[in-house]
């Protein structure tokens, strides 16, 4: 059974250079992190196929899924448990195709029509947003709102993970609006200590679903 997290950490080393994919993944895991994607666009692709093989190691030691952002190739050769497309990476069905049905696929949306093509192409999980306003991914579009968020988690039948913003102050919000969790970069990665920032969005999510 495919096993789609509440608290989705992606480790990026471009937004901060003081921590390794390797040593993000460890602090987001110790913070109570249950999903890894490990993010990476540039860099050749040998290197970047050792460093997922590292952080999906520390993951399968975890019982923590883990997930390659983009990069289809990379996340074959990782063996990682699945795969997150954006609207112009490789289509969601012929990666489904290479990766069997066993594999999460998961796919990126910033409207309803977008989240709509992902249900209907296969994807397990939509990541939608960004839902508040964020300077972590240079393509991110405008701000969608808990409203949009709202209409697309009552529009489409798999699970809505909500990115974008995204706070242990906010989490709640996220969660009344009916997503099934969330998806952070810079409040983890950015911060001074990873793992207890990561702690905080852990309490946050347990706060809003006990």
């Known amino acids: 059974m495919k096993k789609i997290g509440r608290l989705h950490v992606l480790t990026d080393t471009v937004l901060q250079s ?17 999903t890894i994607q490990f993010r990476q666009k540039q860099g050749p692709t040998g290197e970047l196929i050792e460093v997922a093989r590292n952080v999906k190691r520390l993951c399968a030691q975890a019982g923590v899924t883990f997930i390659v952002n983009d990069r289809l190739d990379v996340a074959l050769a990782a063996e990682a448990d699945g795969v997150h497309l954006g609207q112009q990476d490789f289509p969601i069905p012929m990666g489904r195709d290479i990766l069997g049905k ?7 949306a910033a409207t309803l ?19 508040f306003p964020t300077s972590s991914k240079d393509d991110a579009g405008p701000v969608s709102g808990i409203e949009l968020l709202k209409q697309v988690v009552e529009a489409i039948s798999i699970p809505v993970i909500a990115i974008g913003g995204i706070s242990a102050e906010n989490t709640a919000e996220i969660l009344r609006a009916g997503a099934h969790g969330i998806a952070v970069i810079s409040a983890v990665c950015c ?18 679903t006990s």
Do not use: M, W
Request: glycine letters at 14%; proline letters at 3%; a negative charge.
């Open 102 to 108: 066993n594999r999460i696929i998961g796919g990126s």
């Open 191 to 208: 911060r001074r200590n990873p793992e207890q920032a990561t702690g905080a969005l852990h309490r946050a999510l347990l706060t809003a």
């Open 18 to 34: 003081r921590f390794t994919h390797a040593e993000l993944a460890g602090f987001a895991i110790a913070g109570g992190a249950d």
């Open 113 to 131: 029509e977008e989240a709509q093509k992902c249900l209907a192409e296969g994807a397990d999980y939509v990541g939608f947003g960004p839902v």
